[in-house]
């Protein structure tokens, strides 16, 4: 099928709200994927980190497939015998004691609002519907109409209000702010270690550290969103380690699906996630064998190939390339890890007709935020591999 037919029935069908580029994708392997005409590209947004393996890894579709063979959906009003094995894997994996699977971002950014509010009424005493979550500007949590009604960015928001209270806002990386905006009432700080979506900003170093004094101090749960971040993206198993600190909440997905079949969770302590009591939250595929098959899959792939020591060293090889380019146009570079933002300055127009030129040469980019180039390919890229985008990268960002 031609590729301007596939674009053009999904544009009569479908709605509009994304902004693609204009390839249409029909195969992926590794770090590489082929359009409908069998033009091969360098993926390097890896699906916002949730082909972290690698696009169809051979390891997780073997175990989806032995799975499909067997028990794909129970719900959990049965047990079934995959779920006890994922979450096992998953508070080893992460050292929390506690995981509740679901399956997209958003779904599992809801469930942690949820716990972490019961958790202010039943054991901090919070005042009934008194509860504050704190949250911080150009943050990106999903796409709920409880979610983005917390956004900063109005293209999430506009028109789809009204809105849920109870979350108060406060610039990112700002201590100060943080500190002046916790009350009694506050029961969570819920932050990005690193805003992804808003053009990979990194927080001042320390940021977390004092996050989490703070967080202690107010009897408040640190809740990280490392949906993006996390599973190896930066260079450590969670973005978390950087700072040496422990969040009392995590939510992790993206990666946790391997690019196959999506599953998300919520991770918390014994004591946070005892609110939870049967009937008062759930999903019909939350926990379902199949998922909890394949998450099990990728994160042994994570681990088996080492691709959190890859991304971070493959990482900083690939930030001090790009530094290194003589570019009238990249105003700066900035990330961790496989995680980098390359900021187009504002004299040489938005970063979209780059990523453009980036995909006529093979490369796949997209741009977020305007002025914002992602690179975060799949961590399985081998050196030669980045080598091969840099060459790219370098012919469209330096004339
Ligand atoms: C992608 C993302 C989400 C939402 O995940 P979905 O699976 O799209 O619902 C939430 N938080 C962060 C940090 C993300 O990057």
Redesign the pocket.
């Known amino acids: 099928m031609s590729q301007q037919i596939a674009m053009e029935l999904t544009d009569r069908y479908s709605a509009r709200n994304y902004n693609p580029l204009p390839v249409v994708l029909s195969k992926g392997y590794g770090v590489w994927v082929e359009d409908a005409d069998g033009k091969k590209y360098m993926d390097m947004l890896a699906c916002?980190?949730a082909v972290n393996q690698g696009h169809c890894h051979p390891a997780i579709k073997a175990a989806m497939l032995e799975q499909l063979d067997l028990l794909t959906l129970t719900s959990r009003a049965f047990h079934n015998d995959k779920m006890g094995f994922f979450v096992q894997k998953l508070c080893e994996l992460s050292g929390f004691d506690k995981a509740l699977p679901m399956n997209?971002?958003?779904?599992?950014?809801e469930t942690g609002i949820k716990a972490v509010r019961k958790w202010g009424y039943k054991v901090k005493g919070v005042p009934a519907d008194k509860a504050e979550i704190i949250v911080c500007a150009d943050n990106?949590?999903?796409?709920t109409t409880t979610i983005v009604g917390f956004s900063t960015e109005p293209s999430y928001r506009d028109g789809f209000g009204p809105f849920a209270p109870g979350f108060k806002v406060i610039p990112y990386g700002d201590i100060d702010a943080l500190a002046a905006a916790f009350n009694e009432n506050t029961v969570a700080f819920l932050v990005?270690p690193i805003q992804?979506?808003a053009g990979i900003i990194v927080p001042p170093t320390g940021f977390l550290k004092q996050a989490r004094a703070l967080c202690d101090k107010w009897n408040a749960l640190l809740f990280l969103?490392?949906?993006?971040?996390g599973l190896g993206r930066t260079g450590k198993m969670f973005c978390f380690e950087h700072e040496g600190i422990r969040p009392d909440c995590l939510?992790v997905?993206?990666a946790l699906s391997g690019g196959f079949y999506?599953v998300?969770a919520f991770l918390a302590s014994s004591e946070v996630m005892a609110v939870f009591e049967p009937g008062q939250h759930g999903s019909t595929f939350g926990g379902n064998p199949l998922g909890s098959a394949v998450a099990c899959a990728a994160l042994d792939v994570l681990v088996d190939e080492d691709l959190v020591a890859k991304a971070e060293t493959l990482g900083a090889y690939l930030m001090e390339q790009l530094r290194a380019i003589p570019s009238p146009h990249i105003d700066f570079v900035r990330g961790k890890g496989l995680f980098i933002g390359v900021v187009i300055k504002d004299s040489s127009g938005p970063a979209r007709p780059f990523c453009e030129r980036l995909m006529e040469l093979g490369v796949l980019a997209k741009e977020t935020h305007n002025q914002v180039i992602r690179l975060a390919p799949p961590l399985v890229i081998t050196k030669e591999e980045i080598d091969w985008a840099l060459e790219r990268i370098r012919q469209v960002l330096v004339d």
């Open positions: 916002y980190s997209t971002g958003a779904e599992a950014v990106f949590h999903g796409r990005e992804g979506e969103d490392e949906i993006q971040s939510t997905g993206k999506p998300s």
